[in-house]
């Protein structure tokens, strides 16, 4: 059975007197929870602090991005040897934001997905389709396309690294929600995908998340579908309380 987790990505939101009281709030919030791995990705600048705050909890601490080379002239860049000298774990590869503003396509994801299992995290690459992709009925085959691309000349042993996040583009920031229907029919397909690539065992122990427009109203329906093992929350993930539910969904 794989172990569910729920990630949460603030993009760029909080000062640092915000992660100071999240990071109090949450800690009494999250104590006894056990069963599952929670993680909290900060913006660059706030991830040694919530890194010293969380040390020796259950909670981790994720990156929302890396670059892939392991140092050099790249101003404004972040590598994977400097997010894993602060104790990060984890980092969002892909993430739909960075494809639709800042350039990223499935090649330079790939690159990042390499870049994060070279050092040793563990990357969290994302897919999904826009609105228009999936009102033309091209869902499968743009989640096809980036599924495969962004693992291309991953090795066995590599693949059993990674988790897949499928994040809607439709549903991120709208307060539209893919059903719990819609959600697991994806979120199978992936594991297909997975299956094709690598095989059935590391497909049955890929976590795949749901990311779109998760709150505390609808994690319980959402984490009960058969291939969802996990969310990537936005927004909610902001606030200690809304988080809290989240992260003791039912189920």
Same mark, same amino acid.
Do not use: C, W
């Given at each position: 059975m794989r172990r569910a987790l729920i990630a949460g990505n603030w993009k760029m939101y909080k000062t640092l007197a915000d992660v100071d009281a999240f990071a109090g709030a949450f800690l009494k919030a999250a104590d006894g929870i056990s069963g599952r791995t929670i993680v909290i990705c900060p913006?660059? =600048?706030?991830?040694?602090?919530? &890194?010293q705050a969380f040390k020796g909890t259950a909670i981790k601490v994720g990156a929302q991005n890396l670059y892939w080379?392991?140092?050099? $002239?790249?101003?404004?860049?972040?590598?994977? !040897?400097?997010?894993? #000298?602060?104790?990060?774990?984890?980092? =969002?590869?892909?993430h739909s934001e960075r494809r639709q503003y800042f350039g990223e396509t499935d090649t330079t994801v790939n690159k990042r997905v390499l870049a994060s299992l070279k050092i040793g995290l563990i990357p969290i690459m994302c897919v999904g389709e826009t609105l228009e992709q999936r009102e033309a009925g091209h869902t499968f085959s743009v989640i096809d396309t980036q599924a495969r691309l962004g693992l291309k000349g991953l090795s066995q042993e590599q693949a059993a690294g990674v988790i897949i996040a499928y994040e809607p583009v439709w549903a991120i920031g709208t307060g539209r929600t893919a059903t719990p229907e819609?959600?697991?029919?994806?979120?199978?397909?992936?594991? $297909? =995908?997975?299956?094709?690539?690598?095989?059935? #065992?590391?497909?049955?122990?890929? !976590?795949?998340?749901?990311?779109?427009?998760?709150? !505390?109203?609808n994690i319980d329906e959402l984490m009960a579908q058969p291939d969802v093992d996990g969310a990537l929350v936005g927004g &909610?993930?902001?606030?200690?309380?809304?988080?809290?539910r989240i992260v003791k969904f039912k189920g």
């Open positions: 913006p660059f =600048i706030y991830l040694e602090r919530l &890194a080379e392991d140092q050099g $002239a790249f101003t404004g860049e972040v590598s994977g !040897p400097m997010l894993k #000298s602060l104790g990060i774990t984890f980092v =969002i590869v892909g819609i959600a697991q029919e994806v979120h199978a397909h992936i594991r $297909a =995908i997975v299956t094709d690539l690598f095989g059935e #065992s590391i497909a049955n122990n890929t !976590p795949i998340l749901y990311g779109g427009s998760v709150k !505390p109203d &909610a993930s902001l606030d200690a309380s809304s988080f809290e």
